[in-house]
């Protein structure tokens, strides 16, 4: 596993040239910007913020939490207390009268050297949660208008969509009636039911499977009708889980997806809603979102689809028909593993679908994080390249198990884990649970009787 | 549907067996029902990749390659979005209108039926369509649509194009405000939640000037302060002023025109109801970390719900305020602050009688439809309940349900239910 890249990582990462970061700092003058950063760390933070800043105590257990770390030859700079020490703390102790070469690296190392993945959080003694203040800086970025092109266009599509991938209206539904169309080949009277009021779930995906993966709705219509299940999908915006707005920072465009995305499953009258396997996007509706317009809890009953495919197969709704033979490994997204627990539901279901399961190490909620989480692959282009550098550990990780396959029930996951074995020339596949589910199970719609 | 006294209150029961028509189909998909009862229908698959509707067992002549969105008017007219050789049309009735679209979605129907608009697309290009009526100008982009009870159309339309990533043209402003195909001059980098004032004559709305500065406009005038997020606006007719949700310094309060309106400040506040005739004002609100309420003209509830308030609105005289909640994970309605404590697990809006005494809803429990009038269930459970209605004299329920196939239309009398 050679890096090819002779130079200093750091350097190249300093060299690279955002657009959306360039044009912003160009804008910014001194006053703005020491007034954009005292009002978001005097007036957006509470008692949290000013325990983690006096508790660190520069230990550095937290160093070694860091896959980003790992993958730089453990440089001191990469540890997660010297990012903050690099952004934050400096910004404090200069009362926010900082440089705009400051801004950058503080831009770089928030947005796209910190997967705000957890896990550091896990081996700090003090349960200090970095995450939470390197997304204290991408608000300042945002604030300031400095956030990487990529992931702000992102957001702007969200803001004006109320999804990722600018999805027009009309080419939401298209695509959900075509998908139900050819999906009738195998089941003729299967049906995506659209905006069925009252059906028991509501089910809700990513903007990337209209987009580009719209098989993946495809698979997930034939196990809903296989299943037997009573569900909907909306015609109307809101069918979009999806948030980068909470890793930008941009908390209101964020309040506003969540807002619009359960006013929808209330307009429908569903019981619960079934969410397509994606992390960040449960880390949105079950957390974030929810949280910043004034819901502790979600509002409706939020399953994750490793939480509704157990329950499929444990019950004998969907039975699988002979089990995948290729040998499987699983990574357990950060989100819905240290964020949901849901990695041992996933194990089960994996011995349930899989002959041949390898562990990789180290594993469920202390895996380290695919490298794309937490916006950063939302980066776009411009990062590829440090986004790799940063990765080595993972592509170590998953090169350690020998297995052929490699599942990640999440959409950033498997966005960046392709980019790892690709990079890494690991010769993995890379599959979603509902790709394995489809492949083994029985194509026979469940009856009540078969329980 | 002000025909509601020519309709049948007197027959205590009819029924409509629909359970053949799974024989008679290859499937048919969920039924609706006409507001007086009288019909059943459903979009029915004839053959393959054919589509028609049902109706009382009577299928249209008009088939179609794809059918959905399929609802009656309120005046009885059955509605739906339909398709042949790749082009869009409504059919009302099973007869398409004349104008055909690349996609049709969005169904409008006005509270009379007098107008049905949709939003569609023509050739990559958004517009509204109204009445079989096209807008004059069509545009690169088309999201929220609306449509007044006099039929004015209202959409918020790209009007600049924008490269793919774009941020410096986005940030510039590409949407604005289009009623009846024509768009407002003021672009901005964002645009929502467009209100009708009752007349149909103007419109307001969220918008976004930068990043961080929200505001709203009032017809072409934009207030004149930022605020740090907004909701939608809400017209209030008695003295021509517009209301809406605004954040200030982390909280959310009212302002009116422009300028401080509630003086209580909330954690969250959305949903702005307003009942013209008496100007009382109505929100819902949240004044703790989870813990939900309404606030009526600035005075909250003297009740908390911990999940959600999904619906708020007031009776035709202003003496009932409704509120549907969810607490502790079970659906409720509460009535003035009154809940009635029934528990569901799917609720749907309660309708108001006429003289404002009867309130008359359906919901599901333990999977099984019932129906509740003023917070007593009525004792007889179904496979589904349609949307009942009220009798004009405020003493009779229609009730229209499914059971084992069977669709029922019933009269109730209120010693029946009370």
């Keep these: ?451 | 549907m002000k025909n509601e006294k020519t309709w049948d209150w007197q027959i205590l029961k009819k029924e409509i067996p629909i359970n053949e028509w799974q024989e008679r189909f290859n499937w048919i998909e969920e039924p609706c029902v006409s507001p007086d009862g009288e019909k059943i229908a459903s979009i029915v698959n004839t053959d393959d990749a054919e589509f028609s509707v049902c109706v009382n067992g009577e299928t249209w002549e008009e088939t179609y390659e794809k059918a959905w969105s399929m609802r009656f008017a309120p005046d009885g007219k059955l509605v739906a979005l339909v398709s042949n050789d790749e082009e869009w049309t409504i059919s009302v009735n099973g007869s398409s209108w004349e104008t055909m679209f690349d996609y049709i979605w969005d169904l409008k129907i006005t509270s009379k039926g007098s107008f049905i608009g949709a939003a569609v697309q023509k050739d990559g290009e958004y517009g509204m369509v109204v009445n079989d009526t096209i807008w004059d100008n069509l545009y690169a982009n088309i999201s929220g649509v609306v449509l007044s009870e006099q039929g004015t159309s209202a959409a918020i339309v790209q009007v600049t194009p924008m490269g793919q990533g774009d941020i410096e043209g986005f940030s510039a402003g590409i949407f604005s405000a289009a009623v009846n195909g024509i768009n407002q001059p003021e672009k901005f980098m964002n645009i929502w939640d467009i209100s009708f004032d009752s007349q149909g004559k103007q419109v307001a709305y969220s918008i976004r000037k930068n990043r961080t500065d929200y505001s709203l406009m009032n017809n072409n005038d934009l207030w004149d302060k930022n605020f740090q997020f907004v909701w939608q606006p809400q017209f209030i007719e008695k003295d021509s002023s517009l209301v809406a949700p605004v954040r200030l310094a982390g909280k959310w309060t009212l302002f009116k025109d422009g300028n401080p309106f509630w003086k209580k400040n909330y954690n969250q506040l959305w949903k702005v109801t307003v009942h013209n005739d008496s100007g009382k004002i109505a929100a819902i609100v949240s004044d703790a970390f989870g813990k939900w309420t309404v606030s009526e003209n600035d005075k909250i509830w003297n009740f908390h719900c911990d999940t959600m308030i999904s619906d708020l609105f007031y009776s035709d005289n202003g003496d009932s305020l409704v509120a549907v909640f969810k607490n502790k994970g079970y659906w409720d309605v509460a009535v003035n602050g009154k809940p009635w404590n029934i528990k569901a697990d799917k609720l749907w809006s309660p309708i108001i009688s006429p003289d404002n005494t009867i309130l008359a809803a359906r919901m599901e429990k333990n999977g099984k439809y019932q129906l509740i009038v003023n917070g007593k269930v009525y004792k007889e459970h179904f496979d589904m309940i349609f949307e009942p209605k009220i009798s004009p004299e405020s003493d009779k329920i229609l009730l229209k349900a499914l059971k084992n196939g069977v669709y029922s239309r019933q009269i109730l009398t209120l010693d029946n239910i009370l």
Aim: glycine share 8%; aromatic share 8%; proline share 4%.
């Design chain 1, 1 to 451: 596993m050679q890096d090819t890249i002779n130079k200093d990582p750091e350097t190249i990462a300093r060299e690279i040239v955002d657009e959306g970061i360039e044009k912003g700092l160009a804008r910014l003058t001194p006053e703005k910007i020491s007034k954009v950063i005292n009002q978001v760390l005097t007036k957006e933070t509470g008692a949290r913020f000013k325990v983690y800043v006096e508790t660190c105590m520069r230990c550095g257990l937290c160093s070694d939490a860091c896959s980003v770390f790992l993958s730089n030859d453990r440089k001191p700079q990469y540890s997660p207390a010297a990012k903050v020490k690099q952004t934050i703390l400096e910004m404090i102790s200069k009362k926010g009268n900082v440089s705009k070469q400051f801004l950058k690296d503080a831009v770089r190392i928030s947005h796209t050297e910190c997967n705000v993945c957890k896990r550091c959080a896990m081996y700090c003694p003090f349960g200090i949660d970095i995450a939470y203040m390197m997304l204290t800086v991408r608000r300042v970025c945002h604030k300031l208008e400095i956030t990487p092109l990529y992931i702000q266009d992102t957001v702007n599509s969200h803001s004006a969509t109320m999804n990722q991938m600018w999805v027009k209206e009309d080419e939401w539904i298209d695509t959900l009636q075509w998908q139900e169309e050819d999906a009738r080949e195998e089941f003729e009277n299967l049906r995506i039911p659209l905006d069925k009021d009252g059906a028991d779930i509501m089910y809700s995906v990513i903007a990337p499977e209209p987009k580009f993966q719209a098989g993946l709705i495809y698979q997930t219509a034939v196990i809903m009708h296989a299943a037997g299940q009573n569900w909907t999908m909306p015609s109307t915006p809101g069918w979009d889980n999806s948030n980068m707005a909470m890793y930008t920072g941009d908390y209101e465009i964020s309040g506003r997806i969540a807002q619009v995305h359960y006013d929808t499953a209330a307009r429908l009258h569903v019981k619960k809603i079934v969410m397509g396997e994606c992390g960040h996007a449960f880390r949105s509706v079950y957390d974030i979102g929810n949280r910043w317009v004034g819901w502790v809890m979600p509002p409706f009953e939020l399953i994750h689809s490793i939480d509704f495919f157990h329950d499929l197969l444990v019950s004998g709704r969907i039975k699988v028909k002979e089990k995948y033979k290729k040998t499987v490994t699983l990574h357990d997204p950060c989100n819905i593993s240290r964020g949901g627990g849901l990695h041992h539901k996933a194990r089960e279901m994996v011995n349930i679908l899989c002959e041949s399961f390898i562990e990789m190490t180290p594993n469920k909620e202390h895996n380290y994080c695919c490298g794309a989480g937490g916006g950063v692959i939302n980066c776009g282009p411009p990062w590829k390249g440090t986004r790799m550098t940063n990765n080595r550990e993972k592509g170590e990780q998953l090169k350690r198990t020998g297995a052929e396959v490699l599942i990640a029930p999440c959409h950033n996951c498997h966005s960046g884990l392709e980019d790892i074995v690709h990079h890494y020339d690991l010769g993995m596949e890379v599959k979603f649970f509902g790709d394995i589910i489809y492949e083994v199970m029985e194509k026979t719609i469940f009856q009540k009787g078969d329980l």
